[in-house]
C-alpha cells in the first residue's frame, strides 16, 4: 500500500546528509533539469497533474503560470513550511530526513518560474527542523550547489533563505505569510483568488508548500507519465498522509490516492488500540469536516471522493477520533485554538470563534441549553463567506461539522 515518491530515502540512516543524499539519487535531476526550458519543466508539471499539499489541493503548473512573463522584476519561490494545523505534521519528515530533495525541488521549480531567490518560511517552533535544513543548505552551498551556479557548472544563480515564522497559525496562509516576510503583521491579504500570482514586495512570487516541492524531482527526472501512474484520473499522484490518535501505529505514510480510509487506517494503522473503538476521524487537519464511523466506511482518499461525502482532503493529516473522547470536548479544544489563532482582522472571525469558543466553555461547564446549539450554528453563518481569507470558513466547517453529526452528546451535557 505505501508508496515510495517523496518518501524514497526517509528510512537511509543519515538520509540528511549530503554524501548520504547524494548517494541515493539526490540532485541527479539537476543535468535533465537544465536540458529542459522553463517552460518545458512547468508543462511536466501541469500534465503530471500535481496538486499542492498544503491543503487547498490547487493544481501547481497551472499556478506556476501565472507568473508573468517578460517583467523585469525579480520572481520569486516561497516554500511554505508553516505548518501549525492541528493533527498535520508531514513536512518536517522532510525537513528532517530529506532536506536535499526540498532543495533539489527547489531548483527545479525557482528555474520553471524563472526566481533566483527562494524563501522557506518555517514554523517559529521546528527548532530541531530549522537547524537540520540550514545545515543541509550549508552543505549545498559548500559543496557549489546552489550559488552562483548550480552544481558548478549550469550558469543560474541560485539563493535559499530560512525564514523562521513567530508562532502564528495564520502566517501559513500565503498572503499573511507574505506580510509577515516582508516585516509586517501576518495578516492575509484582499486578493482576486487564482487570478494572479502573489506578490512580495511588489515583485512576482509564487507559494507551494514544502510537499509540493519535494515532489517536482521526481516529475522532472522521471516524466510527468510516472507520477500519474499513481492515484486516480482526477486525483493522480501520491501524498504524505498523516495518521494521529489512538491507532497501534500512528505516522505518516505516503499513498496513492484512492485508498479507502478504513483500510489504511486498520491495515497501516494496525486498528484501533485494545479497547478503543472507532468514533470519528477529522481527515485532513483540524478544519475539515468531521466523519462519523459510518462515513469513514465508505471515505476514499482522494480529493473528489472527499468532497463527495462532504468533507475535504485537507492537508492528509488523519486525525483518529475514540468513543470514549467526548465531541464536545474535541468542539471545544479546537475552538479555543481557533479563537486564539484568528488574526482579528475581520469582525466575523474575531467575534465568532470568540463566541463560540465561550458557548462551548459554557456547555462544558454544564451551563448550557438547546438554544446554545442553534447559537453556535447561526455564529457559524455569519462567518461563512464574509472574510478575507478562508481562516472563518474553515472554522465553520468543523465546529458546524460536530455539532450536526454528533448533536445528541451535546443535548446528553444538558442533561447531566
Ligand atoms: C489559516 C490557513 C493556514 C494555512 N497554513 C498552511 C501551512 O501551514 N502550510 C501550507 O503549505 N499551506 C497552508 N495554508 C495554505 C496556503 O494559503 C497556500 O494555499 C499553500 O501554501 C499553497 O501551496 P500549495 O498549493 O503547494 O499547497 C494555509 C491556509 C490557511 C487559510
Keep these: 500500500m505505501v508508496v515510495k515518491v517523496v518518501s524514497k530515502n526517509f528510512d537511509i540512516p543519515n538520509s540528511h546528509t549530503l554524501e548520504v543524499a547524494r548517494a541515493n539519487g539526490r540532485y541527479s535531476t539537476i543535468d535533465k533539469l537544465f536540458s529542459m526550458t522553463p517552460d518545458e519543466v512547468t508543462d511536466q508539471v501541469v500534465k503530471s497533474g500535481l496538486r499542492g499539499k498544503g491543503g487547498g489541493g490547487a493544481h501547481c503548473g497551472p499556478k506556476w503560470q501565472l507568473m508573468p512573463k517578460g517583467d523585469p522584476r525579480p520572481a520569486y519561490l516561497i516554500v511554505n513550511g508553516d505548518e501549525s494545523e492541528p493533527g498535520t505534521f508531514k513536512d518536517r519528515q522532510i525537513f528532517q530526513y530529506d532536506p536535499h530533495l526540498l532543495i533539489e525541488g527547489i531548483i527545479c521549480s ?32 559548500d559543496a557549489g550547489i546552489i550559488g552562483e551556479k548550480i552544481m ?26 507574505i506580510e509577515s516576510l516582508e516585516g509586517k503583521r501576518g495578516h492575509p491579504r484582499l486578493k482576486p483568488h487564482g487570478k494572479e500570482c502573489e506578490w512580495f514586495f511588489d515583485n512576482p512570487a509564487t507559494v507551494n508548500n514544502v510537499e509540493t516541492i519535494a515532489t517536482v ?12 501512474a499513481y492515484g486516480t484520473p482526477s486525483s493522480p499522484g501520491t501524498m504524505l498522509f498523516a495518521m494521529s490518535g489512538p491507532v497501534k501505529n500512528p505516522g505518516i505514510y505516503e499513498l496513492a490516492f484512492g485508498n479507502k480510509m478504513i483500510d489504511v487506517i486498520n491495515t497501516l494503522g494496525g486498528g484501533m488500540l485494545e479497547g478503543k473503538k472507532l468514533k470519528a476521524v477529522i481527515p485532513g487537519g483540524s478544519s475539515c469536516p468531521i466523519l462519523t464511523a459510518e462515513e469513514v466506511e465508505k471515505a476514499v482518499l482522494d480529493y473528489e471522493s472527499m468532497w463527495d461525502i462532504g468533507s475535504t482532503l485537507g492537508t492528509g493529516g488523519m486525525m483518529i477520533i475514540p468513543e ?18 484568528s488574526c482579528g482582522q475581520c469582525t466575523p472571525c474575531r467575534e465568532g470563534t470568540g463566541w463560540i469558543d465561550k458557548i462551548l466553555k459554557k456547555i462544558v461547564e454544564g451551563k448550557g441549553e438547546e438554544a446554545d446549539l442553534n447559537t453556535i450554528l447561526d455564529v457559524c453563518e455569519t462567518m461563512n463567506g464574509k472574510t478575507i481569507c478562508v481562516f472563518a470558513p474553515a472554522v465553520k466547517d468543523i465546529i458546524k461539522s460536530i455539532v450536526e453529526k454528533f448533536r445528541d452528546e451535546f443535548v446528553a451535557e444538558f442533561k447531566k
Excluded at 152 to 176: L, Q
Excluded at 219 to 227: D, F, M, R, S, T
Excluded at 324 to 341: G, P, Q, R, T, W
Aim: charged share 25%; aromatic share 16%.
Design 110 to 141: 525557482s528555474y520553471a518560474i524563472n526566481a533566483h531567490d527562494a524563501y522557506i518560511y518555517i514554523r517559529g517552533e521546528y527548532k530541531f527542523f530549522i537547524d537540520r535544513l540550514n545545515a543541509a543548505i550549508k552543505e549545498a552551498y
Design 152 to 177: 558548478g557548472k549550469h550558469d543560474y544563480r541560485m539563493d535559499i533563505t530560512v525564514h523562521r515564522g513567530g508562532g502564528a497559525y495564520i502566517c501559513g496562509e500565503k498572503s499573511a505569510l
Design 217 to 228: 524531482p521526481f516529475i522532472v527526472e522521471n516524466g510527468y507519465e510516472a507520477y500519474t
Design 324 to 341: 470514549d473522547v467526548s465531541m464536545v470536548d474535541v468542539a471545544k479544544n479546537l475552538i479555543e485554538f481557533y479563537h486564539h489563532e
